[in-house]
């Protein structure tokens, strides 16, 4: 019901967008995030906006570079990555949560998207 796209290879100091679009289900009233997975490490938090497209929040490492926005009536949340570093390289999933604030831990989401390879050369 999520599908998360806009991942690609970019050197680093690039940008990407990242899009998620929701198919089938409105998640206009849900909070949505972004995570993050690198090979050999956990699943971590990136960026999190609630229903109402407001209170946005990021996790130290990406604050100042990462943006998150939605289009209520596109049904889609987007990334917008700038300065993109080599530890940026992770798999990016977007996810819902049906607490409109959607929160910084996984376990507040309910709906996972299939994720989207972002790979940051140096």
């Known amino acids: 019901q999520l599908q998360a796209f806009g991942g690609g290879l970019v050197q680093a100091g690039g940008s990407l967008r990242l899009s998620c679009a929701a198919n089938?289900?409105?998640?206009?009233?849900?909070?949505m995030g972004w995570f993050r997975q690198a090979p050999g490490k956990e699943r971590d938090f990136v960026a999190t906006?609630?229903?109402?497209?407001?209170?946005?929040a990021f996790a130290d490492s990406v604050k100042g570079r990462f943006t998150i926005s939605r289009d209520g009536a596109k049904n889609t949340v987007h990334l917008q990555m700038n300065s993109l570093k080599p530890e940026d390289t992770a798999v990016y999933y977007c996810?819902?949560?049906?607490?409109?604030?959607?929160?910084?831990?996984?376990?507040?989401?309910?709906?996972w998207g299939q994720g989207t390879q972002v790979t940051v050369s140096s």
């Open positions: 996810a819902a949560s049906t607490v409109v604030a959607g929160g910084t831990s996984g376990s507040s989401y309910d709906y």
């Open positions: 906006i609630n229903w109402s497209g407001s209170s946005p």
């Open positions: 089938g289900r409105t998640f206009r009233s849900y909070g």
